[in-house]
């Protein structure tokens, strides 16, 4: 069983690069959550999804971009990654919020 | 606001010692409260919620509406409890929000 997958697993781009971290599931699940995850912060919610096309602002969205066009994917872009954005970056899936929410195995950004 | 407060980083103990890892929210709707866990190199797990009521790993947590927690409790705590532990609140906004996290350290 593959759950929720992400890819890469490690990254490291310059300033205003850009790139798209990529989260795939494949468990149909509706609900889609991208977080980040720094030091002694937790994980703070950027952006989630309710379903295919629909998509809204978590906690820290700025910087950041999404798409939802299938129920599998929901892609993370970063368009101009600034050094603020070096964080350890969660893909989770699940049913409505009163479920359990499977993660994939994080993707390590650095950003020099 | 939707809001979790985990007031504790890091919490040592030995083993066999009991464990209470501290979680306060604030939701306006009904809650739907979960303790997560992250081991050592692994992906974030689910290790129980609110509505539940179960006792996984010899961990149970309580919700208590009127202090507003959800406490994470452990009467003997082993060396392969030894994670991070995060608590989640989710309800009717969609959103799922995280705490700060407690690191659990048990020593032998």
């Known amino acids: 069983n593959a759950g929720v997958t992400q890819t890469p697993k490690f990254r490291i781009l310059k300033i205003g690069q850009s790139m798209t971290l990529q989260c795939a599931q494949d468990?149909?699940?509706?609900?889609m959550y991208w977080y980040r995850q720094d030091p002694g912060m937790g994980l703070k919610l950027i952006y989630y999804?309710?379903?295919?096309?629909?998509?809204d602002k978590g906690e820290v969205p700025n910087g950041y971009n999404v798409s939802r066009s299938t129920t599998e994917d929901f892609p993370l872009r970063l368009e101009l990654a600034a050094p603020s954005q070096t964080s350890v970056y969660f893909c989770a899936s699940s049913k409505p919020t009163g479920t359990e929410a499977f993660f994939g195995q994080g993707t390590r950004l650095t950003v020099v | 606001a939707q809001r979790v407060t985990q007031p504790e980083k890091l919490l040592s103990v030995f083993k066999g010692a009991p464990v209470e890892l501290k979680c306060n929210y604030s939701?306006?709707?009904?809650?739907?409260l979960f303790w997560y866990v992250q081991y050592s190199r692994q992906r974030l797990q689910l290790l129980l919620r609110?509505?539940s009521r179960e006792s996984i790993k010899g961990f149970t947590a309580d919700l208590n509406k009127g202090e507003t927690s959800f406490h994470l409790k452990k009467p003997f705590a082993q060396e392969e409890d030894s994670a991070m532990y995060y608590c989640?609140?989710?309800?009717?906004?969609?959103?799922?929000?995280f705490g700060t996290g407690t690191r659990l350290q048990v020593f032998p």
């Open positions: 468990m149909n699940h509706n609900y």
């Open positions: 989640a609140l989710g309800g009717n906004t969609d959103k799922l929000i």
């Open positions: 939701y306006s709707g009904s809650p739907e």
């Open positions: 999804s309710v379903g295919a096309g629909i998509t």
């Open positions: 609110h509505i």
